[in-house]
């Protein structure tokens, strides 16, 4: 299992108009957003009992540590909703909430009323539609579905008066005619509602405030005290209008809150409860409570009953969930890769608050089992001597706490192989200083050039080409410096494409940004503008609002990013990806082929497809440039020839990147192409053409 994956098992996809069933579509939203801003990995997929093997296979390969069960309806109905329950136990992965059994009797109203009686716990009377049950002449009586939860299909029309236990049982059936659900009758309770929410501890229940629904000016208007699906869910109606919840206990209510609470309490042991319940009661005016629903998982929504009622005791949304996942067995808390700063927990803080807690020092890390021992310390620190080491808790969240080979931990942890090099391997094999005609601009191609604005990034990439220049003091990009660039672009006609680069870009604060983007956009020969930036996968949270406005300004500008592993896409970088491509910004991905992170068909493939999920066109497949210090990530490239292979015609044509090996010696980009392993040179050398028409020999093996 993997510790920091939570997967999220929700109601199957189905075209519906009823608010409560699009509900839980919205309940998984919050539940994701809020496990990711707790460092979780989250996934979410919909329960098909007809599914069931491929679901299994699919939930088995991802190997999640947790599963939130959120599973309501089958279907569009309650009454199946425990197979989930059964799908989960025989799945053995640890899920939230109540058991299949405990779920199956609960939302079967008759069960659990039949179930309450024999274990001499109040329940108002009731009649089933075969007629069994009890008949008050009379009282009157509310119509309501056996299987569906509390609102459904209650209206004004539910509450119903009948001389006799025939007339009664004729109106159920018409009652379950018109509306599609299996009814019966139960006796009506005029008086007041509570609500007890239960939160698991070590398997005991703990009793949450209570709380009750006042219906305001019910009585002055005739209207009885029913809470029906019009108060749940119809803005502007009466009952939506009227009714409120209230956690304000009434003066002599003492000896009723305590009969609530052992009521609620002997339920939760009578049905095997689990995590997190909700028991509702209605009070008659002698003060006799009765139960009148038991809701297993119920709803988890920020304003919802439980959330609410924890609320009132300081405990708010993220820890309601981390305890009730606590209750399946998982804690949350260990989730997290390291605690040695808040920030670390809360990936939606603000992206300077992330930067400004940048993890810069490898005795800021917490070891993998394994590397604790000083001297592997030492070597890291010996390494970020050379290269300098930062990481932003959002991205060092992201890694497996106790794998030492994990592909997110491998990219930013300094490793002593940085610190040995072949003999080919050079700082800068692009020679791009040499095609610098001012500082931080290159012009290596006619058309186009590259502007460096910033040398410093969110995350010192340990596979970086720049390792030579990132993250240094003594390397720096000021306006001046930026400024001498932008003039040479203005004094070169020929440059219709502006590259902006770094370090990142994204580094820079808005207004600096703002300022070069609209400077670039004064000179009229420069067609497009481009960004190559790491922030949607190392920090998202810099993809802000006011961020895109500022880069749809300067349109056309392109976006290139460079997710190297699917772990990277979470909830906060597929929204910061959202946010952009709903901008109207065409998105690009260049990943670096890295062995042992991403050189295996299955990652790459899953990569691939995470990124045209998410409307990021894979663009270039890097090889590892000849750069002094990251040889140890290097593939041959006959390796990378043979992944391409796997895609090329396996896969949609537009999740194909173009595999790019940068020449030695400032040689420029060549595409390389699977065609070229059938050339099988006996030496294992083959030659490619540059741009400028140049031979160059490479070899396969190297
Ligand atoms: S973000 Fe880009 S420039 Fe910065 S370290 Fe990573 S690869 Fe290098």
């Known amino acids: ?14 075209d519906t108009q009823l608010e409560d069933l699009i509900d839980n579509r919205t309940e998984v939203k919050t539940l994701a957003e809020t496990l990711a801003n707790l460092g979780c990995l989250v996934d979410q997929m919909a329960f098909d009992p007809h599914e069931a093997h491929a679901l299994a296979d699919r939930i088995k390969s991802w190997q999640p540590a947790l599963i939130f069960n959120l599973v309501e309806t089958i279907d569009g109905s309650g009454q199946l909703a425990h197979l989930a329950c059964s799908f989960l136990q025989l799945l053995g992965i640890p899920y939230t909430g109540s058991d299949a059994w405990s779920m199956q009797t609960t939302v079967n109203k008759l069960v659990t009323k039949r179930i309450l009686a024999g274990a001499r716990l109040p329940t108002p009377a009731w009649l089933e539609p075969d007629g069994e049950g009890e008949f008050n002449p009379g009282l009157r009586y509310l119509i309501k579905p056996v299987f569906e939860d509390g609102s459904v299909a209650i209206d004004r029309n539910s509450l119903v008066w009948c001389t006799d236990a ?64 019009d108060a749940k869910w ?73 959330s609410a ?25 260990q989730q997290s890769y390291g605690n040695k700063l808040s920030v670390y927990q809360d990936t939606t803080a603000n992206w300077q608050d992330q930067l400004t807690s940048r993890l810069t020092n490898p005795t800021d890390l917490v070891p993998c089992p394994g590397q604790e021992n000083v001297q592997a310390l030492a070597e890291a620190c010996a390494v970020a001597a050379v290269y300098p080491m930062a990481v932003t808790p959002y ?60 040398l410093e990034c969110a995350v010192y990439c340990r596979h970086c080409s720049r390792k ?32 902006l680069s770094g370090g990142d870009p994204l580094m820079l604060s808005d207004d600096r940004l703002a300022q070069i983007l609209t400077e670039i956009r004064t000179i009229s020969h420069v067609e497009v503008i481009r960004i190559g930036t790491r922030m949607p996968v190392v920090l998202p949270q810099r993809i802000t609002p006011e961020l895109v406005k500022i880069l749809q300004s300067a349109k056309p500008l392109w976006l290139n990013t460079q997710f190297n592993h699917p772990r990277e896409f979470t909830f906060a970088s597929e929204s910061a990806l959202a946010r952009l491509a709903d901008a109207g910004i065409p998105l690009g991905n260049q990943t670096v ?97 540059n741009f400028e028409g140049t031979c160059y020999v490479l070899d396969l093996d190297r």
Request: charged residues 25%.
């Open 468 to 499: 030579r220049k990132v993250g240094r003091s003594s390397e720096r990009m000021t306006m001046t410096t930026i400024y001498q660039g932008i003039a040479y672009i203005r004094a070169h006609p020929e440059v219709r494409d502006v590259l």
């Open 1 to 14: 299992m993997n510790p920091d994956r939570i997967l999220i098992l929700h109601d199957g996809y189905y």
């Open 234 to 306: 119809t803005e502007g109606s009466f009952e939506y209008e009227h009714i409120q919840r209230t956690f304000q206990p009434r003066p002599g209510d003492g000896t009723l809150r305590d009969e609530l609470v052992r009521i609620a309490k002997s339920c939760w042991k009578l049905f095997g409860l689990r995590g997190y319940a909700r028991v509702d009661f209605r009070v008659d005016d002698t003060g006799q409570p009765a139960v009148i629903e038991i809701n297993t998982n119920p709803c988890l929504e920020p304003d919802n009953g439980i």
């Open 593 to 689: 082929l890295l062995k042992g992170i991403n050189d295996s068909p299955v990652v790459m493939r899953s990569l691939l497809h995470h990124l045209v999920k998410n409307r990021v066109r894979p663009y270039y497949l890097y090889h590892c440039d000849f750069v002094r210090g990251v040889g140890h990530f290097r593939t041959t490239i006959r390796a990378g020839l043979r992944l391409m292979q796997q895609f090329q015609g396996h896969t949609s044509g537009f999740a194909v990147p173009s595999y790019i090996i940068d020449l030695p010696h400032g040689g420029g980009k060549v595409a390389l192409l699977a065609s070229h392993l059938a050339l099988n040179p006996e030496n294992g050398r083959i030659e490619v053409e």
């Open 309 to 333: 009622a924890a609320s009132q005791v300081g405990i708010d949304f993220s820890a309601l969930i981390s305890r009730i996942a606590a209750e399946a067995g998982v804690s949350l808390q």
């Open 395 to 454: 991205y060092a969240n992201l890694a497996q706490p106790d794998n030492p080979s994990c592909p997110i931990r491998r990219q930013y942890v300094p490793d002593p192989a940085e610190l040995e090099h072949a003999q080919d391997e050079v700082d800068d094999p692009l020679e791009e200083e040499r095609y610098s005609p001012v500082p931080g601009l290159i012009h290596r191609y006619p058309d186009r050039v590259l502007l460096q604005v910033s």
């Open 166 to 229: 025939a007339q009664l049982q004729e109106k159920i059936k018409a009652r379950s005619a018109e509306t599609g659900y299996l009814c019966f009758a139960e006796q009506f309770i005029d008086g007041r509602e509570f609500n007890v929410s239960l939160l698991g501890e070590t398997g005991e229940p703990v009793v949450l405030p209570l709380a009750e629904m006042e219906f305001l000016g019910f009585s002055e208007s005739g209207m009885a005290t029913v809470l029906n699906y």
